[in-house]
């Protein structure tokens, strides 16, 4: 088990190293030069000297003057002082302070939507499994659920409960009209903004989840331990419930795997009901080239997933009695 | 008279067509008799065992009857077979290996199933432990996974847990395959043994390799592409066998004391006729030497002698 | 011929499975309608063709205008095209590198496997969209194929590890040992006694790949790191989200690209799911 975990934060530590290598190598090395870039975006001045002026500063806050090597270590540097730079794009607001006004809204948005969606999923996959009738309705839905792109459920989501029905409002976190308060008028407003977000991504993930734990149970069900149990004449109701059990090991580390895809989902969820996490602020930041913010975003993005994947492990090293017995070594 | 089948026939149901596995088996297996069944794979062996037990899709039930004790199982049933399963008629399956939930405690995974068979853990918990000694396992291996368990103490785990209800009838489907030699033996005895402590009344060993029949079986039937071809005592068979696939089969057996460079192990030349469009009449005429026009018709699975059964017409009261 | 009739049997029992059947003929008709729809039109996809700007569909404009009086239909089947080229292309370089690497890592064992397998898992644990999305937004001109690449170049670890994994059972078997003692060089083993064993598997890997690709496309264009030289199914969704097509109802703007992502995407899962019922005889006879 030590060791188990041990190897995983080694591998999330190298990841995160070389994350954090890639988000100081890609504005250096890329083609183009993205300060100038970004300066003929957000100057309105047309004067030459003022536009180099500016040039220079950025260059010096990106540290473009010094060594390479130099440029790397300061890098890291202030990454723990948690210096990420400064927005163009909200300028004088250093991103660490955009950034963590969002996260929240980030982890209020998936948290439930993840963890929902893959309660209800392997419910419903589980029940799918059982019955050639569920099966029919079920699978084929969760198939259709699967494929479709997160963002396009969101705008029909929206476009049916938001403008047809006018029950939903489509935009923002919260009513315009209203202060952030403990009130219960504004944890109303709140919750009446996070649904529909909610829903797109619960219902996207809900089919992947049901036709992940449909297919292992069926695949379990085939197994040698559950053939047993019935050569000995064992209930269905006991060799489901065994099959069960085992589908749900790979359904907890398929959902580590999926996290990337449900970060993204998330990312263009928010964009289309203007919901201000990472997402929403990720295309205000591309919009006006706003190179710090989209490499802040960046970052949080991996950390983020890279926490929730170590979570994740902990989880199954707790629920596997392979691994919790102290077996080293990959389960699969 | 433990067990007697009757004219069973069982196919598989596939999309190109049914594969004829099982054809017209009669059969009776006595109180106390270890009864070998013998064949190449694909004879239909394990599908003879798996239909008394456990007679699933893709396998179809044709026809034929099945007698336990005097009563009819409803092997074509699945529901109504759980009530005999375990407790009348039992299986040491071919993947003991791997018969035991992964993630489950070896003694709470007992319960579960006994519970389920409504029979109290704890009332049959001294006898588990004594024939825990039997097989010479640890009591400990009661609260282990059976991932802590090495291949052989799985399998001796698995013969403890399929005889635990005493059943009739106990069927070893392949269990010496996996095995070194020295194991075979091992194993091969404890079966002995259990029918001896009454763990179980009679017994079908399974295998392709007729030497370890030899060592504990008191009859061997002999299987050709779905029919039966031979049954006889276990000294009949290997000594004076009648059928020519039989004298085939034991031909190729390596003999002690002959040097097997002046003289080549013969297999039998050809293969097993393919079971989807089954040929006409006997299912070895293409490969027997002693086949002739009679062949085309099925020959009846007849007593030449006194517990002596065979399917041949060139042998026994038709010649 | 034995090969050749096996081959034939499977092509049999694909064309006789209903889901592959429903799968393959909605892909079809996307495919055709790819190809011959931007024939079907006078206007560019970008052209101001309607000077009333937004209108719902109509004998003229068949899928109505957007805000700016665009062809939608011009804009749907050339974003088709795209769609099938990031699907084909993507998806195809995803899944070589991923049986590259998984074959490689499987095949050869040891201290290669290790490199190569804790690679696999750091691209595996890196969120591909986040990655894409800083590369993106660095280049300053995109198209459709650089998406392609950057795709291609993140989409593989999954595909490597099932590979490798196939690999590993396939090599412990007796032919391969059989081909090794007569002296064969190992990537001649690879391909001409593992890859065969594998074509089957290799297949549906490259159609999950195939959808995951335009799924992920569609989220990179959607977030505004789509081609900047073409138009996609994704970036319609964009602009209709950016200029008000929900609010005004503009439902022809919205509706027709996400209809047909799901449905390509959708027609590629239910195919996959015939063809692993036909390669897997076992499933096939229930």
Known sequence: MKRYLLRKILIYLLTFFIAVTIDWMIPRFMPG????????????????????????????????????????????????????GISTYLFPTPVIDVIKRAV????????????????????????????????????????????????WLGILLSWFFGIILGIFPIAGAYSYSLQPSFSWKFIGSVLHHWFLPFLSLFMVEFGGQAIGMRNMIIYELEADYSHYLGTLGAPQKLIRNYAFRNAILPQVTGLALKLGTIVAGALVTEVVFSYPGIGYLLLAAIQNQDYFLIQGCFLFIIVGVLIANFAIDIIYVLIDPRTRRGMTGETS | MSLQIENLSVYYQTLKGDVHALEDITLDVKLGEIMGLAGESGCGKTTLCQSLIYLNPPMKYMTGRVMLNGNELPIWDAEKMNQHRFRDISIIPQYAMNALNPIRKIGPMIRDLLTSKKVDYKDRLPELKHRLDVVNLPHDVLGMYPFELSGGMKQRM??????????????????????????????????????????????????????????????????????????????????SPRHPYTKLLIASLPKIGVKYSEKHLKGIPGHPPLLLN?????????????????????????????????????????? | ????????????????????????????????????????????????????????????????????????FSQFVNGLRATFIVGLLGGGIGTLLGIVIGFTAGYYGGIVDEILNALTNIVLVIPTMAVLLIIAAYLDVRSVFTECILIGLTSWPWTARAVRAQTFSLRTRDFVDLAKLSGMKSFKIIFSEIAPNMMSYLLLVFILQFGGAILTAATLDFIGLGPTNAISLGLMMQYSVLWGALPFGMWWWFVPPGLAITAIVGALYCTNVGLDEVFNPKLREM
């Open chain 3, 1 to 72: 011929m034995k090969n050749l009739r096996i081959h034939n049997e499977i092509l049999y029992f694909a064309l006789r499975n209903k889901k592959v059947q429903i799968g393959l003929i909605i892909i079809l008709f996307f495919v055709l309608l790819a190809l011959i729809g931007p024939t079907l039109t006078m206007y560019q996809p970008f052209e101001y063709a309607n000077p009333l700007g937004p209108q719902a569909p109509s004998s003229k404009f068949w899928m109505g205008t957007t805000f700016f009086g665009q062809d939608v």
């Open chain 1, 104 to 151: 929240p809204y980030d982890i209020f948005l998936l948290l439930p939507a993840i963890l929902l969606s893959w309660y209800a999923g392997n419910k419903f996959g589980a029940v799918a499994a059982r019955s050639k009738r569920l099966d029919n309705t079920i699978t084929p839905l969760s198939y259709i659920l699967n494929a479709t792109p997160y963002m």
């Open chain 2, 158 to 239: 698995v013969m403890v847990l399929s005889t635990l209800l005493d059943p009739t009838l106990l069927i070893a489907d392949e269990i010496t395959s996996a095995l070194d030699v020295a194991s075979q033996k091992a194993v091969s005895e404890l079966l002995v043994k259990f029918l001896d402590e009454g763990c179980c009344k009679s017994a079908i060993f399974i295998t392709h390799d007729i030497s370890i029949l030899y060592q504990i079986a008191n009859t061997i039937t002999v299987m050709y592409a779905g029919y039966l071809a031979e049954k006889a005592s276990t000294e009949t068979i290997i000594h």
């Open chain 1, 33 to 84: 030069d993205p300060i100038r870039n970004m300066l003929t975006r957000v100057s309105v001045s047309s004067n030459a000297t003022a536009i180099q002026q500016m040039y220079d500063y950025y260059s010096h806050l990106f540290g473009l003057d010094l060594p390479l090597w130099q440029q790397y270590l300061n890098f890291w540097k202030s990454l723990f002082q948690g210096d990420l």
């Open chain 2, 278 to 319: 089954p040929p006409i009449g006997c299912r070895f005429r293409d490969r027997c030497p002693l086949a002739f026009e009679k062949c085309t018709e099925v020959p009846p699975f007849v007593e030449i002698e006194k517990d002596h059964f065979i399917a041949c017409w060139r042998e026994g009261s038709h010649a």
